[in-house]
């Protein structure tokens, strides 16, 4: 469909641009720039700054362009002694009550108001009265706030709205005297901060980086985060071999994620250089006794020795290899090489919670892209709740209905918080999602999924009436959790619903970062589960190499299962269960010092680079592992080059040929794995409905919604090194006083206490 | 307090001074609702609306805008539901007609908003009061109950099968919730704030729906221009300000009050020193502000023998306008530098906040008038004050800017001296 063209002159220039094109972003595009702070892509207008004013012909007053639309033969003017006065009148009244303390202020360096001031600014100060007063203060343990520095372009309220549907924080007061706060004093939200992220001025402050260093004295790396699987672009800011922030400010990072980051990405990373951080290689030279510190020759070498001596007396396979989804697509290639082509086991595997493995041997479509999701006509979204596990997917869906009015359909036992966005909620008993899917994807199917979800069979009518009718795409969205059955027909599911201009795209939600690397990599290819690798321990499995560790929720019912190893190693950043029960701890290197990629939900193929050179003596997980493999005979020939295995990769991966380093360059143009898309053979629909009639559908409707942070606050191997997060995951409290930080506050009253006891 | 229609017959206060007259039965004996009959006995929705077109009536909150004209930008064909709000959000300083014809008269507004309900097709709709008149909505409540309980309002209104309700809705005291958009905000339980136009409320007002907001004092005019016809009523006033015009007098004359006079009414001098009883205790006539605080400040040299016709052509010919009709009569004793910046504390007290020239601009106007009252004022501040006037006026997002900067801008040109007496280095007099 071509756009219509509207012939709009700016500044004595004539252009062609589409008609209904939003003035500002066509002006800037033609190199006539104009200052605005409220005015931000894809947020509801504001118009509220006054910055962006323009004299457009016929019209009586200056306009802002913010909120003009081109029509054909409009005239504009941008510049002009009429518009400069009035843009250094607004800046002179935005900084009239503005403290003007630049030289104390985290932002100052990367501070819009101070850029603009420079740009658009008078160059005398006129204002000679006493300004307004208003204390700083602490909003929660992450965020904190200058309210003198706010210019009220009220972005911050507009994300919190608008992207995480929070409502957290809004504007009090009146006048003059408004103030951006809280409802009740202390921010009972998912604390993503993104609000401190699009804040053009010091007002929201990174609390975790109050005072650290001046913006402009850290390096910036861009890299992807390590925490879910939506793989959000940011900067890492470091200084001096420490990670001090995290950011994803436009000036630094462009990636699918935009400005957007969650708790964890943000505020996450002081794990990287954290006290706790194993040092050396450690020996345990006996069965319960210490681990020694050792030198990595003399690990290395006595890792190779064990290991050929528990092949020699039990086979091979009596070996299991095991990576953890957090790793590098280049450790978990090298590890697989290492599993398969040296020590020749058939058991090896990773740690994740769940396998897509069948979802990608079925799989009959494209992925989506966040983007792709952003402008979906209708979205599906079957078990999962992506606002707390992967907040990117949540927000662009959140966008998605409330910007672009896409249509919405919530399959869920839970009423999580995306309902509020549900054109249609289908609220199933626990459990019973599948059955939904089964009916949506075979109408045959209905009265069943009825009577297991307990939901009306005349809603999914409509769910599926609302899918076979949209134009545009279908985004199927789902919960890595759901059975190998449903994700087999999820797979598939583009043959029931494609069309004539509609396509449908599929989403996984797998639990980590590297869920879906760790399946191209061809970790999970067995179909081995880590339960059933500890169920064999002991038994078939006398050995195992885990890069990584074991979670909570696979040692449950098994904690001894590791202690009847004969021998274990471990790669890790930190002593965990796992490490307790290891023969040798080898220290590894955090995303935060390795190079490498991630392969998000999307299949996007993201760069990892070091910010900081690896901490004490740990190296990357595959330069270990690469090292252990010479030292047992086989030199893979990577040297110390993590684009090297890249390269190795793109050879035997088949949805990463052609791809190198050089290719994954550009984080604004993410590269998507082309994965083999195939028509399946078996008859998933028949199997699922086998599944589906044995599905146990007697618990109890689930009616309350969680609260937010249900999962993002749950502490994690690596969320649990963060104070704050401890704070958070303690039910965020709100401290005696907000003057002071929370964690100094608390952290105090702690030690007293203990001092007293 | 002189409550009274000079130079033509009462309409607007045709029964204010009547026993009980906010009875039901004292309305209905006195022609109350004879129009809505009229309209429901085989006028069209079109009709009504073409009757108001040549009424010429001007909105009566400030804006002037013409009422009849509003009313068919609302399209006919929107599936939507259609809503009809009363601006009862009487807040302009000086003006308080409203609160008069709602205590005295609430069945004429009643009638008024079932009219136009009927021309717009809406079923819902809401007389948005000040939180200030809390009494006015008890008083309103009574009416809206004794005339839904009288087959006036409710489903099937007199027999046909024209159905309308009217609810009540009380402000927070907020002077920016008069802005029709920001008042349809706060009615929908938000911030009062303004909103962008377009869209124009009668496109996507309440609820994104078309709506119309009309003022009491336009609403209340309706019944009349049924009655009389819209010819009849225009010719009362003038070609383009068409009816009669309340005027709530307050300030230094022997009679202030709300007067009815009709559009362009022969002229303002008459007005102050006959009508309203001349200058309290005979002192001289230093200023007026005909159209409450938002307009121009007049000069008593622009009105006497000046002839000033009182309309909405005649007031701008004179060098103001007539904004709500809040006429406050200032005698010689009065400083209008202190009476602006009392003013101006008002404005900067009532900023929502939304836009920075508005916010930023009334907060540091006030504080250099704060600046000058401590004695601290400088030759160059007038100067200083019209620029952040200037960087104010047609730059804010909605008209509020404008009404804090044209008194200001008005008051230090009309009356220099007031200024310059102030902004002297040393009280040497050099400025």
């Not at chain 1, 939600?509 to 321990?537: C, K, T, V």
Request: net charge negative; with cysteine; proline share 5%.
């Amino acid at each position: 469909m071509a756009t219509e063209l509207a012939k709009v002159t700016i500044n004595g220039k004539l252009f062609e641009v589409p008609k209904g094109a939003r003035l500002i972003d066509v002006c800037r595009e033609k190199g006539f720039d104009i200052p605005s702070f409220c005015y931000y892509a894809d947020l509801a207008l504001q118009a509220s700054c006054r910055m962006c004013l323009v004299r457009i012909e016929k019209m009586p007053k200056l306009q802002t362009s913010c909120t003009i639309t081109v029509t054909d033969g409009m005239v504009v003017t941008t510049q002009s002694e009429e518009i400069e006065k009035a843009q250094r009148g607004m800046t002179e009244f935005l900084l009239a009550n503005h403290p003007l303390d630049c030289p104390v202020c985290d932002r100052g360096g990367e501070c819009e108001l101070q850029e603009m001031t420079f740009d658009w600014g008078g160059l005398e100060e006129r204002f000679t009265e006493q300004k307004n007063y208003y204390a700083e203060r602490y909003l929660s343990p992450m965020v904190a706030n200058d309210p003198q520095r706010c210019i009220l372009c009220k972005r911050c309220t507009r994300v919190c709205d608008e992207w995480m549907g929070e409502e957290a924080i809004e504007a009090g007061g009146r006048g003059a005297h408004t103030v951006i706060g809280t409802y009740l004093g202390w921010l009972d939200c998912s604390q993503c901060g993104n609000c401190i992220e699009v804040c053009p001025t010091g007002t929201l402050l990174d609390a975790t980086y109050r005072h650290q260093t001046r913006p402009w004295e850290l390096a910036q790396t861009i890299s992807t985060c390590n925490f879910c699987s939506d793989g959000c672009q940011m900067s890492v800011g470091s200084r001096s071999g420490e990670v001090r922030r995290v950011v994803a400010r436009d000036r630094y990072v462009n990636g699918i994620n935009g400005e957007f980051l969650c708790v964890k990405g943000r505020f996450g990373h002081p794990f990287i250089n954290h006290a706790d951080r194993i040092r050396t290689p450690m020996i345990r030279y006996k069965k319960g006794g210490k681990l020694i510190p050792a030198t990595w020759d003399e690990a290395i070498r006595h890792v190779a020795t064990r290991l050929d001596e528990v092949a020699e007396a039990h086979g091979r396979n009596a070996i299991g290899v095991v990576g953890s989804p957090r790793l590098t697509n280049e450790s978990l290639h090298v590890l697989r090489r290492f599993a398969t082509e040296l020590v020749g086991t058939e058991n090896y595997t990773t740690t994740d919670l769940y396998s897509l493995q069948t979802f990608f041997e079925n799989l009959g479509a494209p992925l989506a892209t966040h983007r792709d999701i952003r402008y979906a006509k209708t979205i599906v979204l079957i078990g999962g709740d992506p606002s707390e596990l992967q907040p990117l997917t949540g927000k662009q869906v959140r966008q998605a209905v409330r910007n672009g009015g896409a249509q919405l359909i919530l399959v869920n036992p839970i009423p999580i918080r995306l309902r509020e966005q549900a054109a249609i909620f289908l609220h199933t008993n626990p459990g019973t999602e599948e059955a939904v899917l089964l009916a949506l994807a075979d109408s045959a199917n209905d009265q069943l999924a009825a009577k297991k979800g307990g939901i009306n069979s005349e809603h999914i009518g409509k769910a599926r009436e609302m899918i076979a009718n949209t134009a545009g795409d279908v985004v199927v969205m789902f919960s890595a959790a759901l059975s190998s059955e449903a994700q087999a027909v999820l797979g598939q599911f583009a043959t029931v619903f494609g069309g004539e201009g509609r396509r449908v795209l599929l989403h996984p939600l797998p639990l980590f970062n590297n869920s879906i690397g760790a399946h191209d990599m061809g970790m999970m290819d067995r179909h081995l589960s880590p339960e059933q690798l500890l169920d064999a321990a002991g038994e078939t499995i006398r050995a195992m190499y885990v890069a990584g560790s074991f979670l909570p929720e696979h040692l449950k019912d098994r904690a001894d299962a590791l202690s009847k190893l004969d021998f274990l190693v471990v790669q890790e950043l930190f002593e965990n269960e796992t490490t307790a029960s290891a023969d040798v701890v080898l220290p590894a290197a955090s995303y935060a010092e390795v190079d490498g990629t991630f392969t998000n939900n999307s299949g996007q193929v993201q760069r990892v680079r070091q910010s900081i050179p690896p901490l004490h003596q740990s190296k990357a997980d595959w330069m270990i592992v690469a090292q252990l493999a010479k030292e047992l005979g086989l030199d893979f020939g990577y040297e110390l080059s993590a684009s090297a295995v890249f390269r190795d990769i793109a050879k035997n991966v088949p949805a990463y040929s052609g791809m190198t380093y050089p290719l994954l360059k550009d984080e604004s143009q993410p590269v998507q794995a082309h994965y083999a898309t195939a028509a399946s053979e078996s008859d998933g629909i028949a199997e699922l409905r086998k599944q589906v009639e044995n599905l146990d559908a007697s618990g109890e409707k689930i009616t309350v919604t969680p609260k937010v942070g249900t999962e993002l606050f749950r502490l994690g191997r690596l969320t649990e090194k963060v104070p704050q997060f401890q704070l958070l995951a303690s039910g965020n409290p709100r401290p005696e006083t907000t003057a002071v930080s929370p964690l100094y506050q608390i952290t105090v009253l702690r030690e007293q206490a203990n001092g007293h006891g | 307090m002189r409550i009274e229609a000079i130079g033509c017959e009462p309409l607007q206060l045709r029964r204010v001074h009547l026993e009980n007259s906010r009875g039901l039965d004292v309305y209905r004996r006195n022609g109350g609702y004879e129009a809505i009959k009229k309209v429901l006995d085989g006028m069209s929705p079109d009709d009504v609306i073409n009757e108001v077109k040549k009424s010429a009536l001007r909105g009566r909150g400030g804006a002037g805008f013409p009422t009849g004209m509003k009313w068919s930008f609302v399209p006919k064909d929107s599936p939507k539901p259609k809503y009809v709000v009363c601006n009862a959000d009487e807040s302009e300083p000086g003006t308080f007609k409203d609160r008069y014809l709602m205590e005295r008269d609430p069945h004429m507004l009643i009638e008024g908003m079932l009219i136009a309900a009927y021309a717009l097709n809406a079923k819902t709709n809401y007389i948005y009061t000040r939180g200030e008149y809390k009494y006015l909505i008890d008083i309103m409540d009574v009416a809206l109950e004794e005339a839904r309980a009288a087959g006036l309002l409710g489903s099937n209104i007199l027999g046909t099968n024209f159905s309308c309700d009217i609810h009540t809705h009380s402000g927070a005291g907020a002077y920016i919730c008069g802005e029709e958009t920001a008042l349809l905000s706060s009615l929908e339980g938000l911030r009062g704030h303004p909103r962008m136009k377009p869209p124009f409320p009668a496109v996507s007002g309440l609820y994104a729906c078309p709506t119309v907001v009309n003022n009491v004092e336009t609403l209340t005019a309706v019944p009349d221009i049924i009655k009389m016809g819209g010819e009849a009523y225009q010719k009362l006033g003038t070609e383009k300000s068409g009816g009669t015009k309340l005027w709530s007098v307050s300030g230094h004359v022997n009679l202030p009050g709300v007067y009815e006079l009709p559009m362009g009414y022969d002229d303002m001098e008459k007005f102050i020193f006959e009508d309203c009883g001349g200058m309290l205790d005979g002192k001289n006539l230093k200023a007026v502000i005909p159209g409450g605080s938002s307009v121009y400040i007049m000069r008593a040299d622009q009105i006497a023998g000046k002839d000033v016709r009182m309309d909405y052509e005649g007031l701008v010919a004179a060098g103001s306008s007539v904004g709500s009709g809040g006429f406050i009569v200032m005698d010689e004793t009065v400083d209008v530098f202190e009476s602006t910046k009392n003013l101006t504390e008002f404005y900067k007290h009532e900023s929502c906040g939304w836009c920075t020239p508005c916010r930023e601009g009334t907060d540091w106007l006030v504080k250099v008038f704060k600046r000058i009252d401590s004695g601290a004022g400088r030759p160059e501040d007038a100067q200083l004050m019209l620029d952040l006037c200037d960087n104010i006026e047609g730059k804010s997002f909605c008209p509020l800017g404008d009404a804090a900067a044209w008194p200001i801008q008005s008051a230090i040109k009309r009356f220099p001296e007031d200024f310059a007496r102030r902004l002297t280095r040393n009280g040497d007099g050099i400025s």
